[in-house]
């Protein structure tokens, strides 16, 4: 079973700031199979990123995903009020699918 | 448009059993998986379950086999997630999605379960 840990926990970041978030698998994964959500407080989660670095439909430029193997980034530039939020990465193998803990990107 | 619209939530007493629903519209029920996630209180996001409803193949998470069961009505283009007896940990959002290729492109707005005697 493959795991993702997420890193930083919490990302603390002023708006009009870029964030980093990584996401690393315990095994090497298929790039295509590698995607970034973002779960507002009190909303479901919404796919922002899919096949490591495609931005899903109506997703600003400011996000972007890029990464393979066990490696993957997802880069949020010029942060605005909506970006203050909890990301999750995920990937979907042989064993269903699996995501990451999270980080919570919040306000400096 | 695709929506997944995901019943009211449920306050329920521990032992009693539960079944919460899922209604796709929009697009072709029968041509996609619909995968079943829960989130607890302050957690993060658990794979429990997917259902094809064009042939009703059904997986589970090892963690919730056998702890929930997934089925899908194809007239009706619902999928359902029930429990046979509650228990105060199964308290949780829980959240339909639309499985595309490999990730979720539709969310349903997850039903909230709570457990409490």
């Known amino acids: 079973e493959i795991v993702l840990t997420q890193s930083p926990g919490t990302l603390s970041l002023s708006p009009g700031e870029t964030a980093t978030l990584s996401c690393r698998a315990s095994?090497?994964?298929?790039?295509?199979?590698l995607a970034w959500y973002r779960q507002k407080p009190g909303q479901a989660p919404r796919l922002l990123i899919y096949g490591s670095s495609s931005r899903a439909t109506g997703i600003p430029d400011r996000f972007s995903g890029s990464g393979s193997g066990t490696d993957f980034t997802l880069t949020i530039s010029r942060l605005e009020p909506e970006d203050f939020a909890v990301y999750y990465c995920?990937?979907?193998?042989?064993?269903?699918?699996?995501f990451g803990q999270g980080t919570k990107v919040e306000i400096k | 448009e695709v929506q997944l619209v995901q019943s009211g939530a449920e306050v329920k007493k521990p032992g009693e059993s539960l079944k919460i629903s899922c209604k796709a519209s929009?697009?072709?029920?029968?041509?996609?998986?619909i995968d079943w996630v829960r989130q607890m209180p302050g957690k993060g996001l658990e794979w429990m379950g997917s259902i094809y409803p064009g042939d009703s193949d059904t997986r589970y998470s090892p963690s919730f086999q056998g702890q929930v069961t997934i089925s899908a009505d194809r007239s009706s283009g619902t999928a359902y997630l029930q429990w046979s007896s509650l228990q105060a940990s199964d308290t949780a959002m829980y959240y339909c999605?639309?499985?595309?290729?490999?990730?979720?492109?539709?969310w349903g707005h997850g039903t909230l379960v709570t457990v409490s005697s």
């Open positions: 999605a639309r499985l595309t290729f490999v990730y979720y492109d539709f």
């Open positions: 095994q090497s994964v298929s790039s295509s199979t």
């Open positions: 929009g697009y072709s029920f029968t041509s996609y998986w």
């Open positions: 995920q990937q979907y193998g042989s064993s269903g699918g699996t």
